[in-house]
């Protein structure tokens, strides 16, 4: 697992890297231009799942008047002679004359002729079984298309499936939905440097990013399972090559940690040469994080999956995950290009010459504001494990506090919002 060197440029006779917002454009598009197929799945199997169309109510809502409170259908003046009742579920019958009434459940459906709701427990009965009181003056109950009318669209294509989608797709009639399904990932760790257990000592250090890169994937929506993760896979070309071509046979993204420069045991590019892969960005000039990558393969079949090299140093290869991995999996799977919340900064923060930083920061969201972190070096994670995102310091900048500057969050389980 090589690890970043953080005054490396770009190889001779190589193209010089992306900008950080030109490359998190680039593999956005090449990720919707390879846009996962559509299907359409009942509504329990599509949580977690992305809205291939918009979602659009199949009638009124509500479809007929509903009574909004427990209590007395009332037509005309009172007092009201009881007709029946009404509830949930039931046809509900004319209220044909004045002075009538029906008993009405909370949900139930309005007949027609009503005048009135009047609350249950504002009612009264008379001595001869008649009901009086007096209804207050606003409707107690719900009107057809007081929610949405019949084929208007509630939710854009593109939305993340979560329960509340799923709740509103049932109640506008529908059983199942146009979806495309979670891409499948998986994790090539490199490096015979890695030790899988015990604390790090005699020259060998612990893997990180083997136990943690799932768990970030996962938080972009993605499928990954437990064979899905492979390594160390041992520094040798013919290793890289097998490894590799074993994971996209199943994966629609494959990431790899280390070996993203050109080091004498660093052979994902002479791997990804191997395998006709093409590169959409090569280097991205952020830091950390530099030595980021991510290369398209296209099958005979028209079939196209990626692999995005992440850096060895761990908060590198989380920068990596946030810069290349979130826009290309949004592409993947329809979703809006992310947009990154402003926030204001508390402190602070260096620039990096003619590279864009990434700054570890804590994210008040209350107060706007964002604090920077200690701890941050490429190779550490203890500034990580509490910060909320990157402060975007762009290049040739630096950021004083109280500068209004865009933040990269750290992505949240599927479904959950902040």
């Known amino acids: 697992m090589s690890t970043e060197t953080e005054t490396t440029g770009a190889e001779v006779g190589t193209p010089p890297p992306a900008g950080w917002e030109e490359a998190r454009s680039r593999v956005y598009a090449v990720g919707l231009s390879a846009a996962l197929p559509a299907v359409v799945r009942p509504l329990a199997d599509t949580d977690g799942h992305t809205l291939a169309e918009p979602l659009t109510t199949r009638t009124d809502l509500p479809a007929f008047p509903t009574s909004s409170v427990d209590g007395w259908a009332v037509r005309g003046a009172g007092p009201w002679r009881v007709a029946g009742r009404v509830l949930a579920g039931q046809t509900a019958s004319p209220l044909g004359e004045d002075g009538s ?82 891409p499948r990932a998986a994790l090539l760790v490199f490096g015979d440097e890695l030790l899988t257990s015990g604390p790090p000592g005699a020259g060998r250090v612990r893997d990180a990013l083997g136990p943690s890169v799932p768990g970030w994937l996962r938080r972009y929506g993605c499928q990954v399972r437990g064979g899905d993760v492979v390594g160390p896979v041992a520094d040798t070309l013919p290793a890289h090559v097998a490894a590799l071509r074993g994971a996209l046979a199943n994966a629609d993204l494959v990431c790899t940690t280390g070996g993203t420069m050109h080091g004498p045991v660093d052979h994902l590019h002479p791997t990804l040469e191997a395998l006709g892969a093409d590169y959409v960005v090569n280097t991205v000039a952020v830091r950390p994080g530099f030595p980021m990558l991510l290369a398209r393969l296209v ?61 570890l920061a804590r994210w008040d969201r209350v107060a706007g504001t964002a604090h920077p972190v200690r701890h941050v070096g490429s190779a550490m994670l203890r500034g990580l494990a509490g910060a909320d995102g990157f402060a975007v310091i762009r290049p040739g900048t630096s950021g004083a506090a109280g500068d209004r500057v865009p933040l990269v969050p750290l992505p949240l389980m599927p479904g959950e919002r902040s």
Not at 107 to 119: D, E, H, N, S, Y
Not at 338 to 357: F, M, Y
Request: proline letters at 10%; glycine letters at 12%; one cysteine or more.
């Open 299 to 359: 099958d005979g079949d028209g079939r196209v999956r990626f692999v995005a090299g992440l850096p060895g140093n761990p908060q590198s290869a989380v920068v990596a995950l946030v810069s290349l991995v979130a826009p290309l999996l949004a592409g993947l799977t329809g979703r809006p290009m992310p947009v990154l919340p402003q926030v204001t900064l508390a402190e602070p923060v260096s620039g990096r010459g003619d590279h864009t930083h990434l700054a």
């Open 101 to 182: 009434t029906v008993e009405i459940a909370t949900g139930a459906m309005v007949p027609a002729g009503t005048t009135a709701i009047l609350r249950i427990e504002e009612s009264t009965r008379t001595a001869d079984g008649l009901v009086a009181g007096t209804p207050r003056s606003q409707p107690e109950w719900r009107e057809p298309g007081e929610e949405a009318h019949l084929g208007e669209e509630l939710v854009p294509a593109g939305t993340p499936v979560d329960p509340a989608v799923i709740g509103l797709a049932a109640s506008c009639g529908h059983d199942t939905l146009r979806v495309r399904r979670p």
